[in-house]
């Protein structure tokens, strides 16, 4: 059987030959996916696959959590909500000016 190494956002799904079926209703393939984004219920879950043959002659799904947009929005996210620089002083003007601006000595 071919080895797979299990890895975050990675998985595989396996042929079920009809005779080990428990009922015609089972599906064809049956697999996991280990996950490396957090979802929520009602989220879309992306997922591609690729066909290959294996050593015993069935049929191996390799799957990929396809988290590209995910991701990319959860920088975005991460960015919009990241601490801002702060300057010291107060707003006069228009400008930032610093308090010993206005000490006069």
């Known amino acids: 059987m071919t080895k797979h190494i299990e890895r975050a956002g990675s998985g ?3 042929w079920e ?3 080990t079926r428990k009922s015609p209703k089972a599906p064809d393939f049956k697999g996991f996916i280990v996950l490396e984004c957090d979802y929520k219920a009602g989220e879309k ?3 591609a696959a690729w066909q290959h043959p294996t050593s015993q002659g069935t049929t191996l799904l390799s799957l ?3 988290n ?4 990319k929005k959860m920088e975005e996210e ?6 801002k620089e702060v300057h010291r002083g107060y707003m006069k003007n228009g400008k930032v000016t ?8």
């Not at 590209?68 to 991701?71: Q, V």
């Not at 991460?78 to 601490?83: E, L, Q, V």
């Not at 610093?98 to 000595?105: A, T």
């Open 12 to 14: 595989v799904m396996y």
């Open 17 to 19: 030959p009809q005779e």
């Open 45 to 47: 879950l992306r997922v």
């Open 64 to 66: 990929k959590e396809d």
């Open 68 to 71: 590209y947009s995910k991701k």
């Open 78 to 83: 991460a960015y919009a909500n990241a601490p």
């Open 98 to 105: 610093s308090y010993d601006d206005d000490v006069p000595f």
